[in-house]
């Protein structure tokens, strides 16, 4: 299929009808509809060997029977070699003997795997400390794979934004997003111990049990330096200087990057747990290239490949960083939010749960734009009337992305783009975020005062639905 009709063509529906545009609608996509060039025979063979279900939860059901966790890192590893064929300090495209080189062990996906198998596993116990109805995160990733990559061939044809001096192949920018899409969520049980610790205290105290300790984990020590060094890493820019005419880069801390990881760090925020975690175990990451000082610079190939693992690194550590601003729509880090926001509403992750909005029904998403300089996405959610606790369990995902929008450095130069994120129900509430003309307004129908004004200063903010639904 050319890449012109690939299925995820805006404008485009997400899990109204389950077998139109379902799981199992995506299990097809996954199958032939859409274009992944970079998978191996092996890993082909094996989707080609899924069963299809018209049921909703098919990739569910997929993970269960433990199919997912068996093809997750022939991916995995298909898009590492993918990236590494590319990088021509190490691979020679004209030998025909290069591709005997490769090995998962080598590149790090056997180790990981066991990072992920023991998520799998502790999944069941960490949802035990919240309500039944919930995300299950290895069929998520799978979901954010395939309905990132389609929005990414039709969308953007390929390609997202990069620097001048930064040429990434459409193959390239596919092994990435797999990459991204995969792993993004592989930090979430570190990030949830105390959820667990909250839960056992309060429970056993009403039986009359005395805590005298907690479930308590820390990091390594001698890991300090590690996860400062790749925090360092995600935070810099190259920089390109002159030298006798000859093009040499280094690589610039960016202190408003650096200070704001080291604040989702000590939060233990999955994203960037899940930075530290990929970039611990896959050796692509270990052999990254980072000039600490002026006495080895960065060539041109060595600034692209640093730049390409910077950007995979960012996008997951900032889709939980929302003191990360974003000013364009054509880079990885606003595609994982954005593409993970719009598959999962009604089956909340643990920080939703927290902010009571775990009752909210399933919903379906629709896209209605998604380009450079447009996104319109409308959520439509089940329910026929949203209590107080879901109304401030919906504003409290809307606000999110406000934050991420909000009044920054060069935000000036990009007040053409335009947004609009909508959720609504079927009795007639809505909320909605439109950033255009020129500013950024917040909408509301029959919210009351009570969910509005649990928000300091929203009351005088937000304003009557009253926009048209055409950007």
Not at 440 to 445: A, E, I, K, M, V
């Amino acid at each position: 299929m050319s890449e012109q009709a690939v299925p995820f063509t805006v404008p485009f529906k997400l899990n109204e009808n389950p077998s139109e545009n379902g799981d199992s609608f995506l299990l097809e996509c996954l199958k032939g509809k859409l274009k992944f060039s970079f998978l191996s025979d092996e890993s082909k063979a094996i989707i080609q060997s899924l069963d299809l279900s018209d049921q909703k939860d098919a990739l569910r059901l997929l993970h269960k029977d433990k199919e997912l966790l068996y093809l997750w890192p022939l991916i995995l590893t298909d898009a590492l070699q993918e990236l590494k064929k590319h990088d021509d300090r190490e691979y020679d495209s004209k030998n025909i003997n290069m591709d005997t080189f490769f090995d998962p062990a080598s590149l790090g996906t056997t180790e990981l795997t066991d990072v992920l198998t023991g998520f799998s596993d502790f999944e069941g116990m960490l949802y035990g400390a919240s309500p039944d109805h919930y995300r299950d995160h290895i069929a998520h990733s799978f979901r954010v794979w395939i309905i990132g990559h389609g929005v990414l061939q039709s969308c953007f044809s390929g390609k997202l934004s990069v620097n001048n001096d930064v040429e990434i192949s459409k193959n390239e920018w596919a092994a990435m997003w797999a990459i991204i899409a995969l792993c993004h969520d592989i930090g979430y049980p570190l990030s949830h111990i105390e959820r667990i610790n909250e839960k056992a205290r309060t429970t056993l105290k009403k039986q009359g049990l005395l805590h005298e300790g907690n479930l308590s984990f820390n990091f390594s020590p001698q890991m300090l330096l590690f996860h400062d060094t790749i925090i360092k890493m995600m935070a810099s820019v190259p920089v390109k200087k002159d030298d006798n005419n000859e093009e040499k880069y280094y690589t610039h801390l960016q202190s408003k990057y650096y200070l704001k990881y080291l604040k989702s760090f000590d939060r233990l925020d999955h994203g960037i747990i899940s930075s530290l975690l990929i970039s611990r175990y896959l050796v692509y990451f270990l052999e990254s290239d980072y000039s600490f000082d002026t006495r080895k610079p960065l060539d041109k190939e060595d600034m692209r490949q640093f730049f390409i693992r910077r950007e995979i690194l960012r996008a997951i550590a900032a889709h939980t960083c929302q003191d990360i601003y974003h000013l364009t729509f054509n880079n990885l880090s606003i595609l994982l939010y954005l593409i993970d926001e719009i598959q999962c509403w009604g089956r909340p992750t643990l920080e939703q749960s927290q902010h009571e909005a775990t009752n909210i029904k399933e919903g379906h998403a629709e896209v209605k734009e998604f380009s450079e300089k447009s996104i319109f996405i409308k959520i439509t959610t089940e329910d026929h009337k949203w209590d107080v606790s879901q109304q401030k369990g919906v504003l409290f995902q809307v606000l999110k992305l406000r934050k991420m929008l909000r009044l920054a450095v060069e935000r000036k130069k990009y007040t053409d783009s335009k947004l609009v994120f909508e959720v609504v129900n079927k009795g007639g509430q809505k909320l909605r975020i439109e950033m255009k003309d020129r500013g950024l307004r917040l909408y509301h129908s029959n919210f009351e005062d009570k969910a509005i004004q649990a928000i300091p200063k929203l009351k005088s903010e937000i304003r009557l639905y009253s926009a048209t639904e055409s950007i």
